[in-house]
């Protein structure tokens, strides 16, 4: 339902995430995939997505360098709703192919294979440019949901709790999107059921596990580099679960070799960049601002501005991780705070010790240290942001969404459960309910304002 009642384009960075997968697309079916300048090739009769001015078959031409063209769902009004309708799945026949100036997404291309296999399957089944836009999105969610179930198959614990977190309207809206936060979603779940699997479970580590690993690691590593931080997980795993020190080693090297190496063929010049810079310039502020260097020489400065930002955004963090504000982040599409405080509530109950539940969670040093990889991750994450998008003027971190935060929130709220808090009745089911039908009211909430706002 949020496939369709968030337009497609709708979500942070659509259109970029589009034309990534657009450009994979190209590629699986053996045309060029861009120009000499980068420039990804689209079908003329897609074009009009990208500037709805357009109706399907006119060509984009130089519209995108004279003016600023108007994406289809960039800003969700009853035009947008009134143009699907109006346009339709089917295309026109004509497969005559122009180039977009609207950037891709450098990263590793398997985090649009699922979007790029509906592009292909649409433009074989001769769909417009809205049916791929439709097939794409659905094939993010399909990928997503399975990966998902995969996820909480495995868990040893804490089922209920990643259920509840693929439940929230930022992860629903995420999964039905073109972005790429749903592969990294959905592959954070997979990689901590794995690892909480082979330490708590009753079996050895095969090298089919160590195999899955080192493949989730392979994609999601690339695409957001402060995830690397979950590869501390697997420390969790005892020893003795790979028969002897020998192939525990092994098994390490092999997982961080095949991260190491994807970083390396994908990322290695923006690590060079970001590591040897003396001077940075943010473009957005027209200003310069922090580089690494800075950092290593001011780490009090640095905390301290990390600090002010948790004190100043640590609301906003909070709210647009739980769905607070949908589609591009549109102050509009708001979730009403009473409802998120309720979902808030209902994670934490999920996350704790009930009658008849389940009897093995982290402790101890194993809680503390996936504690420690949350704070670290999320710090990454400040860290990142600091260096790429602040400028040297401003007192906190710049550009930090709540959703970066949404792999490593299961594992967070696992680490949660004790033996202090514990529930006097299991309302698991019910509170499961709760969130399906508060995603109900959001949906219905979101169409009735979409509907009316011109």
């Not at 339709?88 to 004509?94: A, D, F, K, N, V």
């Not at 999107?177 to 909480?196: E, G, K």
């Not at 998120?340 to 509530?345: D, G, P, Q, R, V």
């Not at 400028?391 to 710049?398: E, F, L, T």
């Amino acid at each position: 339902m949020y496939l369709a009642v968030l337009a497609p384009l709708s979500a942070p960075d659509e259109v970029s995430h589009f034309i990534t997968a657009y450009r994979l697309a190209n590629t699986i079916m053996g045309q060029p995939a861009a120009d000499e300048n980068g420039h990804v090739y689209i079908r003329t009769q897609d074009a009009f997505v990208l500037d709805t001015d357009l109706a399907p078959g006119e060509s984009l031409a130089a519209q995108e360098e004279s003016k600023d063209t108007q994406v289809l769902g960039q800003t969700l009004t009853e035009h947008t709703y009134r143009k699907i309708h109006d346009t339709g799945l089917w295309g026109t026949g004509e497969e005559e192919m122009e180039t977009t100036v609207k950037p891709p997404v450098e990263t590793t291309p398997l985090a649009y294979l699922p979007q790029a296999l509906g592009i292909v399957l649409g433009r074989l089944l001769g769909f417009g440019g809205l049916g791929l836009l439709y097939l794409g999105r659905f094939g993010n969610l399909l990928f997503f949901t399975a990966a998902s179930w995969y996820a909480m198959k495995r868990l040893p614990f804490g089922k209920e709790v990643l259920f509840g977190v693929a439940l929230l309207p930022m992860t629903l809206h995420l999964a039905a999107s073109f972005s790429y936060d749903a592969i990294i979603l959905c592959l954070s779940f997979v990689f901590t059921a794995v690892t909480l699997q082979l330490t708590y479970g009753a079996g050895d580590v095969r090298k089919r596990d160590v195999a899955l690993m080192a493949a989730v690691m392979g994609v999601l590593g690339p695409c957001k580099m402060i995830y690397g931080v979950l590869l501390g997980l697997c420390l969790l795993v005892p020893v003795k679960k790979f028969g002897n020190r020998r192939n525990w080693v092994l098994s390490a090297a092999a997982v961080l070799g095949v991260y190491a190496a994807a970083m390396i063929l994908v990322n290695s010049q923006t690590i060079v960049q970001y590591a040897a810079e003396t001077e940075s310039f943010v473009g957005w502020a027209g200003e310069s601002g922090y580089t690494f260097e800075w950092v290593v020489h001011n780490p009090i400065k640095t905390l301290r501005i990390f600090y002010n930002t948790l004190l100043e955004k640590g609301d906003y963090y909070h709210l647009t991780m739980m769905g607070n504000w949908l589609g591009n982040l549109d102050q509009v599409l708001d979730v009403p705070y009473l409802l998120i405080l309720a979902m808030t509530f209902v994670l934490f109950f999920l996350a704790m010790k009930k009658p008849g539940g389940e009897t093995v969670y982290l402790t101890g040093s194993r809680r503390a240290w996936t504690l420690f990889l949350c704070a670290a991750c999320a710090g990454a994450a400040m860290l990142s942001m600091f260096i790429a998008w602040t400028p040297a003027s401003s007192k906190i971190v710049m550009g930090v969404q709540g959703r970066y935060f949404l792999p490593i929130l299961p594992v967070f709220l696992m680490a949660l459960k004790n033996n202090w808090i514990v529930l006097t009745k299991n309302r698991d089911r019910e509170l499961l309910y709760f969130l399906v039908c508060v995603n109900g009211y959001v949906l219905l909430r979101l169409f009735s304002i979409v509907s009316i706002r011109i």
